[in-house]
């Protein structure tokens, strides 16, 4: 047994604490007061330590390509990846590679010529004002169907243009558009900044916010574009497809995502003055190649981006940016790499097993929930079986033999992929799903459920400790992967997945009072989160709406990832390593899984636009709803963490 110790951290603890008050705290405190925050990272912890180890790899897999024949993949991650780091040639263009898109906007003369502009924009991935990609049908998930979606906003959320509280973030990123368009020797750039801050205000008065977005029913308006182009007139769509290179055939049928939004913006194309339309046309084209330009352009970006908004205080390396841009245009082609070199099939195993025993402990769950009817129990018990676990990497790889690329050109490239990925999406519309099909690369620290398709999805790169460590004892692995496979079963459960079926079927399979039950339950989760604010933050909390869903998950992640260590045979009072009870080792696990810290500048961007909680919540906010860590610890009443029992939530 003595063996296993490694796998807990203790030289991150910090006794001083007590488990009961703070268990976030108590495995990690001595790593949070010491441990730094790398200059170009705005967090550290272990998903970051996993992600820079797997950065690391990857650069050494892209540096080693070193053939000119870019009809392989290997030569296509060359070129690729040669082109962004040819930095004497990029400083000596400078804006040049983006002047012929300047010298095109400013030849625009009617709304119908924009419109035209932002199809091609759409088609070469620069900051569109509407987004169409292709996804399951929800209401036919066996085929693909064509979404458009909200776009143009150049801050992260369109709460940034209307609260009070991002007075100050609006100020600078006004003065960073008139600094580019100074860099771009644009004439009058302050007033064109203020244009385009004018122009992305009036967007984002018509976005929908993240909570309304989470609600895929709201969300799912299959529209004729005939219908599509009444109901906005001012927007010419035809020009807009032809400048995409679209057949109109290929979008006959759209699932229109925020309807009010297309019908909102669409008027303005034609009452806002044409000329800070084009201060905005020019805007995205230069901030959407901002980072592949020269110095005092890379700079400016991430000054703004990264500085400001994330408190990063240096510019990543630009190894590291090589790899990220080789990464998003030929993920699989690296991944396919990768997975030769760095996966261990033992550990697929490992995690067939594990995603076993999560299985059976969600179906004994569903099978007693008291809160549940006998029908819709049946569909539940239904859609559980019918989840799709896919672990590791695809069973076969990306084509990329269409995509042209060149060693000495890198706008030319970041064009070409994005042309690539939209000629991509419209092969696939109206087709058969792919089953095989991956939305994460395996070298992504991350995992994921997809409710459209019913999938549970663990790459490569995440099976690694802290989250699956395969010397540590069931106790370990159960609450750090366990719990994050729970995690992501729980996604077909929460607020979002659940208005699908086992099929993938956007359907109400609930009877009335469960969904009344379900969401008397997550409303109380809700409440338990609002407004929690983390440590050395002032003026925002946790909006518990926006969470709910990734707090459910993490809810039922970890008490049915208990009851699955129990079904592996696992004893909370059984043999005890450094003095703690297995019990003791399941909770530490799962708290050392979430060590991690963020630049205060990057937590308020969380808490603004993310459905993840922050660390701390997502561990201590957990156990506090767990009967198990009461038993564990002791918990008693005057204890920080404690809950009154008819408080604790139980939802799976």
């Given at each position: 047994m003595a063996g296993m110790t490694a796998a807990i951290a203790h030289e991150h603890f910090d006794t001083a604490v007590r488990p009961q008050d703070d268990l976030f705290r108590h495995v990690n405190g001595t790593w949070l007061r010491t441990a730094p925050i790398e200059p170009d990272q705005s967090s550290a912890g272990g998903f970051m330590d996993l992600r820079n180890a797997a950065e690391l790899d990857v650069r050494a897999?892209?540096?080693?390509?070193?053939?000119?024949?870019?009809?392989?993949?290997?030569?296509?991650?060359?070129?690729?990846?040669a082109s962004f780091m040819a930095t004497d040639r990029i400083q000596e263009l400078g804006i040049a590679p983006v002047r012929p898109i300047l010298e095109a906007i400013d030849a625009l003369d009617s709304p119908s010529a924009l419109a035209r502009h932002l199809g091609w924009s759409l088609r070469h991935g620069l900051s569109p004002l509407v987004h169409l990609y292709e996804e399951s049908d929800p209401g036919d998930p066996s085929?693909?169907?064509?979404?458009?979606?909200?776009?143009?906003?150049?801050?992260?959320?369109?709460?940034?243009?209307?609260?009070?509280?991002?007075?100050?973030?609006?100020?600078?990123?006004?003065?960073?558009?008139?600094?580019?368009?100074?860099?771009?020797?644009?004439?009058?750039?302050?007033?064109?900044?203020?244009?385009?801050l004018a122009v992305e205000t009036e967007i984002a008065s018509h976005h929908w916010d993240r909570v309304r977005c989470r609600d895929l029913r709201a969300m799912y308006n299959p529209t004729s574009l005939d219908d599509v182009i009444a109901a906005t007139p001012g927007f010419d769509w035809d020009a807009y497809l032809d400048g995409a290179g679209i057949p109109r055939e290929k979008v006959a049928e759209v699932i229109v995502s925020q309807p009010s939004f297309f019908e909102g913006v669409a008027p303005v194309m034609v009452s806002a003055p044409f000329g800070t339309w084009q201060s905005w046309a020019r805007w995205k084209a230069i901030s959407g190649l901002s980072a592949y330009l020269s110095d005092e352009f890379v700079e400016a970006r991430f000054d703004f981006y990264e500085r400001t908004l994330a408190g990063n205080e240096e510019q990543r390396p630009r190894w590291k940016r090589g790899?990220?841009?080789?990464?998003?245009?030929?993920?699989?082609?690296?991944?396919?790499?990768?997975?030769?070199?760095?996966?261990?099939?033992?550990?697929k195993?490992?995690?067939?097993?594990?995603?076993?025993?999560?299985?059976?402990?969600?179906?004994?769950?569903?099978?007693?929930l008291t809160w549940m009817t006998d029908e819709t129990r049946a569909e539940a018990l239904r859609k559980l079986s019918l989840f799709t676990p896919k672990i590791g990497y695809p069973v076969k790889w990306r084509d990329y033999s269409a995509l042209p690329l060149?060693?000495?050109?890198?706008v030319g490239n970041v064009l070409a992929a994005n042309s690539f990925e939209l000629d991509y999406t419209l092969e696939r519309i109206g087709g058969p799903v792919d089953r095989d099909e991956w939305q994460m690369f395996p070298q992504t620290v991350n995992a994921y459920y997809h409710p459209l398709r019913n999938e549970i999805v663990f790459p490569a790169a995440i099976l690694q400790p802290p989250f699956f460590n395969a010397e540590a004892d069931d106790a370990v692995n159960y609450a750090a992967i366990g719990a994050v496979i729970g995690h992501e079963i729980g996604h077909g459960f929460d607020d979002k997945g659940s208005t699908c079926d086992g099929d993938g079927r956007l359907r109400d399979w609930w009877q009335p009072a469960d969904?009344?039950?379900?969401?008397?339950?997550?409303?109380?989760?809700?409440?338990?989160?609002?407004?929690?604010?983390p440590e050395g933050i002032e003026g925002a909390g946790v909006n518990g709406e926006l969470t709910v869903g990734e707090n459910i998950g993490d809810l039922g992640g970890l008490g049915i990832a208990y009851d699955a260590w129990l079904l592996a045979g696992g004893d909370p009072q059984g043999e005890e390593v450094d003095g703690l009870t297995p019990a003791q080792r399941f909770f530490f696990g799962?708290?050392?899984?979430?060590?991690g810290k963020r630049r205060p500048e990057a937590m308020?961007?969380?808490?603004?636009?993310?459905?993840?909680?922050?660390?701390?919540?997502?561990?201590?906010?957990?156990?506090?709803?767990?009967?198990?860590?009461?038993?564990?610890?002791?918990?008693?009443?005057?204890?920080?963490?404690?809950?009154a029992r008819e408080e604790r939530v139980t939802i799976w």
């Amino acid at each position: 047994m003595a063996g296993m110790t490694a796998a807990i951290a203790h030289e991150h603890f910090d006794t001083a604490v007590r488990p009961q008050d703070d268990l976030f705290r108590h495995v990690n405190g001595t790593w949070l007061r010491t441990a730094p925050i790398e200059p170009d990272q705005s967090s550290a912890g272990g998903f970051m330590d996993l992600r820079n180890a797997a950065e690391l790899d990857v650069r050494a897999i892209i540096e080693e390509q070193r053939s000119g024949d870019t009809s392989t993949d290997e030569g296509r991650i060359a070129a690729l990846y040669a082109s962004f780091m040819a930095t004497d040639r990029i400083q000596e263009l400078g804006i040049a590679p983006v002047r012929p898109i300047l010298e095109a906007i400013d030849a625009l003369d009617s709304p119908s010529a924009l419109a035209r502009h932002l199809g091609w924009s759409l088609r070469h991935g620069l900051s569109p004002l509407v987004h169409l990609y292709e996804e399951s049908d929800p209401g036919d998930p066996s085929r693909y169907a064509v979404f458009a979606s909200q776009g143009g906003l150049g801050l992260p959320d369109e709460a940034y243009y209307r609260l009070d509280e991002h007075a100050e973030i609006r100020e600078k990123y006004l003065a960073h558009v008139t600094r580019v368009f100074e860099l771009a020797g644009l004439d009058r750039p302050a007033e064109q900044a203020q244009a385009v801050l004018a122009v992305e205000t009036e967007i984002a008065s018509h976005h929908w916010d993240r909570v309304r977005c989470r609600d895929l029913r709201a969300m799912y308006n299959p529209t004729s574009l005939d219908d599509v182009i009444a109901a906005t007139p001012g927007f010419d769509w035809d020009a807009y497809l032809d400048g995409a290179g679209i057949p109109r055939e290929k979008v006959a049928e759209v699932i229109v995502s925020q309807p009010s939004f297309f019908e909102g913006v669409a008027p303005v194309m034609v009452s806002a003055p044409f000329g800070t339309w084009q201060s905005w046309a020019r805007w995205k084209a230069i901030s959407g190649l901002s980072a592949y330009l020269s110095d005092e352009f890379v700079e400016a970006r991430f000054d703004f981006y990264e500085r400001t908004l994330a408190g990063n205080e240096e510019q990543r390396p630009r190894w590291k940016r090589g790899v990220a841009l080789v990464e998003g245009v030929l993920g699989e082609a690296v991944g396919r790499l990768y997975v030769e070199r760095h996966f261990q099939p033992k550990k697929k195993a490992a995690m067939d097993a594990l995603v076993a025993n999560l299985m059976k402990a969600y179906e004994n769950s569903i099978s007693k929930l008291t809160w549940m009817t006998d029908e819709t129990r049946a569909e539940a018990l239904r859609k559980l079986s019918l989840f799709t676990p896919k672990i590791g990497y695809p069973v076969k790889w990306r084509d990329y033999s269409a995509l042209p690329l060149s060693a000495d050109d890198l706008v030319g490239n970041v064009l070409a992929a994005n042309s690539f990925e939209l000629d991509y999406t419209l092969e696939r519309i109206g087709g058969p799903v792919d089953r095989d099909e991956w939305q994460m690369f395996p070298q992504t620290v991350n995992a994921y459920y997809h409710p459209l398709r019913n999938e549970i999805v663990f790459p490569a790169a995440i099976l690694q400790p802290p989250f699956f460590n395969a010397e540590a004892d069931d106790a370990v692995n159960y609450a750090a992967i366990g719990a994050v496979i729970g995690h992501e079963i729980g996604h077909g459960f929460d607020d979002k997945g659940s208005t699908c079926d086992g099929d993938g079927r956007l359907r109400d399979w609930w009877q009335p009072a469960d969904r009344e039950a379900f969401e008397a339950l997550a409303k109380r989760l809700i409440d338990q989160y609002e407004g929690l604010v983390p440590e050395g933050i002032e003026g925002a909390g946790v909006n518990g709406e926006l969470t709910v869903g990734e707090n459910i998950g993490d809810l039922g992640g970890l008490g049915i990832a208990y009851d699955a260590w129990l079904l592996a045979g696992g004893d909370p009072q059984g043999e005890e390593v450094d003095g703690l009870t297995p019990a003791q080792r399941f909770f530490f696990g799962w708290a050392q899984a979430w060590r991690g810290k963020r630049r205060p500048e990057a937590m308020k961007v969380l808490l603004a636009t993310d459905p993840h909680s922050p660390n701390e919540f997502r561990c201590n906010q957990i156990v506090r709803n767990l009967d198990a860590f009461y038993d564990a610890f002791g918990v008693g009443e005057g204890d920080a963490l404690w809950l009154a029992r008819e408080e604790r939530v139980t939802i799976w």
